[in-house]
C-alpha cells in the first residue's frame, strides 16, 4: 500500500481546509487509516483515525468537534475534512496505515502501530 496526502495550505484562523489521502496498491477493507501532524520542533502526533469498515472513528481531544475523518473505500480515498482552524494546528499532516487485516477492530491513535506513511502536505493556519 501507498499512500499520498494532498490539499493542504495557507489558511487564515478560523477557516478550513479538506486533506485528502489517496491510497494505491491494496485495499482500504484490511487496514485503519490514521492522521497525523508535526509543528516545528515537536514530535508527531495523532489526530484522527478510521477503522477498515469507515465507520468507527477517534479524535485527538484538541480536534473533537472540528476535524471530520471519513472515507471512500471505492475511490481508495480518506479525508480530513479540518473547521475552525486555530494557529496551533500549523504543521505537516501524514496519513499512514495500521494493517489490521479483513476483521474490523476498534482503530488506534498509536502512532507505534502505524507501519505505512505519506510523505506529508504542509498545513498554516496564520492571518
Known amino acids: 500500500l501507498q499512500l499520498v496526502e494532498s490539499g493542504g495550505g495557507l489558511v487564515q484562523p478560523g477557516g478550513s481546509l479538506r486533506l485528502s489521502c489517496a491510497a494505491s496498491?491494496?485495499?482500504?477493507?484490511?487496514?485503519?487509516i490514521g492522521w497525523f501532524r508535526q509543528a516545528p520542533g515537536k514530535e508527531r502526533e495523532a489526530v484522527s483515525c478510521?477503522?477498515?469498515?469507515?465507520?468507527?472513528?477517534k479524535y485527538t481531544d484538541s480536534v473533537k468537534g472540528r476535524f471530520t475523518i471519513s472515507a471512500d473505500k471505492a475511490k481508495k480515498m480518506v479525508y480530513l475534512q479540518m473547521n475552525s482552524l486555530k494557529s496551533e494546528d500549523t504543521g505537516v499532516y501524514y496519513c499512514?496505515?495500521?494493517?489490521?487485516?479483513?476483521?474490523?477492530?476498534?482503530?488506534?491513535?498509536?502512532?507505534?502501530?502505524?507501519?505505512?506513511w505519506g510523505q506529508g502536505t504542509q498545513v498554516t493556519v496564520s492571518s
Open positions: 499512514a496505515a495500521d494493517q489490521t487485516g479483513w476483521v474490523i477492530t476498534d482503530p488506534t491513535l498509536d502512532i507505534d502501530e502505524y507501519e505505512i
Open positions: 496498491g491494496g485495499s482500504l477493507d484490511y487496514y485503519t
Open positions: 478510521i477503522d477498515n469498515s469507515g465507520s468507527r472513528t
